[in-house]
């Protein structure tokens, strides 16, 4: 899994961060999170073979320009806060939907939106902004979770793959990934802490 996570660096390459917008990594971030209203009318629409196709997709480029980004010495400092905010916003927006169109119970939303509610008044009132904290390996990992779960609880909805073991699984995986969206959670609170003292100690 670490090696999944950290995929694209190459050995004895120095990653150089850019101060720019424009790389191939964050124009990839930005095209994901704009299928995000499209995944929302699909559910709408109740086509959900076609909305299974767009979480898959959501998922897997999570991780390609995160690789893109590594492999071709483009990590930029906007791309730091961007893949992350992205994420969470699509995964709030996603359990949303989840919950109101009633494929999935209220437990996923408030596992989600409450942490990350907490996350954001604490950045404001400690950093009046974004903490610039490192992504945790078990943030990637949740997110993971949460971007298998999610497709596979929506692909018990197709017709032809009605079967209870995959509603099962899909369950398990979800309940995993939101317990690990809390404890992420809480590790990077801790971890707020910890540089808002250092800064004002210095």
């Known amino acids: ?10 050995d004895g390459v120095e990653l150089v961060e850019r101060n720019t917008f424009w790389t191939i990594p964050n124009f990839i971030t930005v095209l994901r999170f704009c299928l995000v209203p499209v995944f929302v009318w699909l559910i709408a629409q109740e086509n959900y073979g076609a909305a299974v196709i767009v979480l898959v997709v959501l998922g897997s480029t999570d991780w390609v320009d995160g690789y893109l980004a590594r ?25 949303i939907t989840f919950v109101v169109s009633g494929i999935a119970p209220l437990w996923l939303v408030l596992s989600i ?34 971007l298998i779960g999610t497709p596979l609880l929506l692909l018990y909805r197709v017709p032809g793959f009605q079967a209870e073991w995959l509603n099962i699984t899909a369950h398990v995986i979800l309940i995993i990934g939101c317990v690990g969206h809390v404890i992420a959670a809480g590790d990077y609170l801790i971890k707020a802490w910890q540089k808002y003292r250092e800064e004002e100690s210095a």
């Open 1 to 10: 899994m670490v090696k999944l996570i950290g995929a694209g660096a190459r």
């Open 71 to 95: 492999r071709l010495n483009m990590v930029s400092s906007v791309g730091k806060w961007l893949d992350p905010m992205a994420d969470r916003l699509a995964l709030i927006i996603v359990a």
């Open 113 to 146: 939106v409450i942490p990350d509610a907490i996350l954001i008044i604490n950045a404001l009132v400690l950093f009046r902004g974004n903490p610039n904290l490192p992504v945790s390996v078990l943030g990637k990992v949740r997110t993971a979770l949460l």
